[in-house]
């Protein structure tokens, strides 16, 4: 309870709110780092994901790599990077990443993939071009989904670039290891809030967001269907499909 | 005019929906195709605006090879009203009657003030045009399926299934409706249904599809019940299950109509 009180304090001491290695610096190069990792690796996975969704080719090998990705230790991969390309962001840069990827691709192809293809035939029949069904139709109403792999693949990211701090004077991770090294316990315990904050508000407001990309008309289904709902109201679209006639 | 000429289709798997299918859909006139499942009547009706492809034969319209023509120009030159409607959930009433003359890069306004009159067309009022599709009843979005359909004023519309997916008492309103505007507007009307009632009320011409893709017969109602081409015909309309075996008998001074069964069918107009 007492480090706890420490690490409190440690926060709110001025002195660590000035200066070079100062909080609000090293948020902002946490955020920096974090940002640069989400923008590439959507970059990579989003379109791949909504190939593989609109498609529905190649699932099999998207599950295989992305569940392969999900498997292999972030600091595993960073130390051998860091031996290899040497000190500096590129190594925690490009480990996080691979991070990010399985849910980027999850969220796009399920989110595409969970479009009712009911809807999707009848847009195609209507005379929509591949482009316009994906624009006008797969994305709109899957983004949802694809909201929430980008905020969770945001978490993640977030949480997990303290481990930059390990190989690059960078980031939150900057006084979890100085703390470590110096046995400055407060310091430590102090940087772990900070990050723990930062990604609870990062999650918050992404939150926000995959509520108001839901579509309206989604929204706005009638209230007498609850009765006859079996799970929540989900963002993605279609009719359910139920027993005899609705009116 | 639509006519089909051998048209055959394999899908890869094997299964043969349409086996060398010969038809012609007569211009202006409404032809249905009516069948059970698997009788190969909506893949007939999809490779019209090429949504599938025949694996032999031609399908043409006005004499022209529709697999000469660009898929997607030839679809939004057609009208498709679907099972379920099909509305885009996202998309209020009138963006979705709007949708293919926008997508053909009509104005957004006269496109829109199109969309309206097409509400009063097919019987919807104008205040439904900023409601969403998961707002409006089962019958108001077949209605608003059917004015999509008629959104680029198509010489040709499709319908696959409409009525499928109402309450009875919607689908024969819809169905009236439907006689009505047809009366009107004398469009091309390729129907597909696996309800023979509904056939006989629509079609000028009746196709009786049977599995594995053949036609049994294709004429007016009147011919099929008069002259069905084999058993499988007559037992389709129902004719041998005297459903249609209609008499007439006398009940208190009144000349009722009654079945095979002798339900009551209907009283007999003087």
Do not use: K
């Given at each position: 309870m007492n480090l706890l009180l420490e690490a409190i304090a440690w926060i709110f001491d001025p002195a660590n709110w000035t200066g070079a290695g100062s909080i609000p610096e090293r948020i902002m190069q946490h955020l920096a780092i974090s940002a640069t990792v989400l923008v590439i690796a959507s970059l990579i996975a989003l379109p791949i994901g909504m190939f593989v969704g609109h498609t529905g080719r190649g699932k099999d090998g998207a599950v295989t790599v992305s569940g392969g990705l999900r498997a292999l230790p972030t600091l595993g991969l960073l130390t051998l990077l860091g031996l290899s390309i040497g000190i500096g962001l590129q190594a925690p840069i490009i480990a996080l990443v691979v991070l990010a990827l399985p849910p980027l691709l999850a969220g796009a192809y399920a989110g595409l993939e969970s479009v009712d293809r009911r809807t999707v035939d009848a847009a195609r029949a209507m005379g929509m071009r591949e482009r316009q069904v994906i624009g006008k139709v797969e994305l709109p109403l899957g983004m949802p989904i694809i909201v929430g792999g980008i905020r969770s693949a945001t978490l993640q990211i977030v949480a997990t670039a303290t481990l930059a701090a390990y190989i690059?004077?960078?980031?939150?991770?900057r006084f979890i290891f100085a703390g470590l090294k110096t046995r400055d316990y407060a310091e430590m315990l102090g940087g772990s809030i900070l990050v723990i904050l930062l990604a609870l508000a990062i999650d918050g407001l992404f939150a926000i967001i995959q509520r108001l990309v839901v579509p309206a008309g989604v929204r706005a289904t009638?209230?007498?269907e609850l009765r006859s709902r079996?799970?929540?109201?989900?963002?993605v679209v279609g009719q359910p499909i139920t027993e005899g006639n609705r009116e | 005019m639509i006519e089909f000429r051998g048209v055959t289709k394999q899908f890869?798997?094997?299964?043969?929906?349409?086996?060398?299918v010969d038809i012609v859909v007569p211009p202006r006139k409404t032809t249905v195709f009516v069948?059970?499942?698997?009788?190969g009547k909506t893949t007939l009706l999809r490779m019209i605006n090429r949504m599938v492809d025949p694996t032999g034969g031609q399908v043409l319209i006005d004499g022209t090879d529709v697999a000469t023509l660009e898929p997607v120009a030839l679809r939004r030159s057609i009208g498709y009203v679907m099972q379920n409607s099909g509305l885009l959930p996202h998309r209020k009433v009138i963006d979705n009657v709007a949708t293919v003359p926008m997508l053909r890069g009509e104005k957004k306004a006269a496109a829109h003030a199109r969309a309206l009159e097409l509400l009063d067309t097919v019987g919807l009022d104008r205040s439904l045009a900023d409601k969403y599709p998961s707002q409006l009843s089962g019958g108001q979005q077949q209605r608003v399926g059917v004015a999509r359909g008629l959104a680029v004023d198509p010489n040709i519309l499709l319908m696959d299934e409409p009525f499928g997916a109402v309450d009875p008492i919607v689908r024969s309103e819809l169905q009236q409706e439907l006689l009505r505007l047809q009366g009107e507007l004398g469009k091309t009307v390729v129907f597909v249904t696996h309800d023979i009632d509904e056939a006989f009320l629509l079609g000028d011409q009746v196709v009786i599809m049977q599995q594995g893709g053949q036609i049994s017969q294709a004429a007016s109602p009147a011919e099929i019940l008069a002259n069905p081409a084999d058993d499988f015909v007559a037992d389709f309309v129902g004719a041998n299950r005297g459903k249609r075996a209609l008499h007439v008998t006398e009940v208190d001074g009144r000349r009722l109509v009654v079945d095979g069964d002798g339900r009551p069918a209907g009283v007999l107009a003087s």
């Open positions: 690059a004077d960078d980031g939150l991770g009638r209230t007498r079996p799970t929540r109201p989900r963002a | 890869p798997d094997g299964t043969v929906a349409v086996a060398g069948g059970s499942s698997g009788s």
